[in-house]
């Protein structure tokens, strides 16, 4: 479905992705390990059109992806959930969650049809709609975060560090919805980056270890 060849990619001087290759499948969970630093939130960021590649080809379907700009990513069917969240503070979060599919002039039916879908999901979304994007803690905003990225992730969904920063509880709710979400969506192909890998055991297929910007065996 995805397929990632040869991505190198430098910030600022430093080398920071060095020729990475790899295959995302539908229905399939995979999960990127690394450290701080290692280059995990890089590798998302570049295959979203974030950041400047070197070199390096994405395709989607075999149709070649790198060289769109981010949005046409997103309306392509690829959903993004970045680690600090995003949220716009002085927006609610029904309208945080509905951003992408307004910026992508998502028609007024098909907007409602995903949202519904997100608030099932994440029924405590629902709860929280009219709150402020700013008045919800640190968890919550990683619930909205996964909700705004499925409003357009028909076919790839990108977590980053999902897990980081989360009381226990909340961790755990989070991997149950994410076990929900593969069975609701199971053509998904889903790329979770995460420090500790334990956190996936139960729903991750394959694993990816990246170092210094490379991959290495799992």
Do not use: W
Not at 44 to 51: Q, V
Not at 59 to 70: C, I, R, T
Not at 212 to 217: D, E, I, K, S
Request: aromatic share 4%; with cysteine; glycine share 10%.
């Amino acid at each position: 479905m995805l397929e990632v060849k040869e991505l190198s990619v430098e910030i600022a001087g430093v080398q920071v992705l060095r020729e990475l290759g790899f295959s995302l499948r539908a229905g399939v969970c995979t999960v990127l390990i690394g450290r701080n630093g290692a280059g995990k939130t890089t590798t998302l960021r570049a295959i979203m059109g974030l950041l400047l590649r070197q070199k390096g080809s994405i395709y989607l379907d075999g149709k070649p992806v790198h060289d769109l700009p981010s949005h046409a990513r997103a309306e392509l069917g690829i959903g993004y959930s970045p680690e600090d969240r995003r949220l716009i503070g002085e927006f609610s979060i029904e309208d945080n969650i509905l951003l992408p599919a307004l910026a992508l002039n998502m028609s007024a039916g098909e907007r409602k049809r995903r949202l519904e879908e997100v608030y099932e999901l994440l029924p405590e979304l629902r709860k929280l709609r009219q709150r402020p994007g700013g008045g919800v803690s640190g968890g919550q905003g990683k619930m909205v975060a996964l909700g705004r990225a499925l409003m357009v992730a028909d076919k790839v969904l990108f977590l980053d560090e999902p897990f980081q920063g989360l009381a226990p509880a909340l961790a755990l709710e989070y991997a149950r919805t994410l076990s929900k979400l593969r069975e609701h969506r199971p053509d998904i192909a889903l790329l979770v980056t995460e420090s500790s890998p334990k956190l996936l055991d139960e729903i991750a297929d394959e694993t990816l270890q990246i170092e210094r910007g490379v991959l290495t065996a799992a």
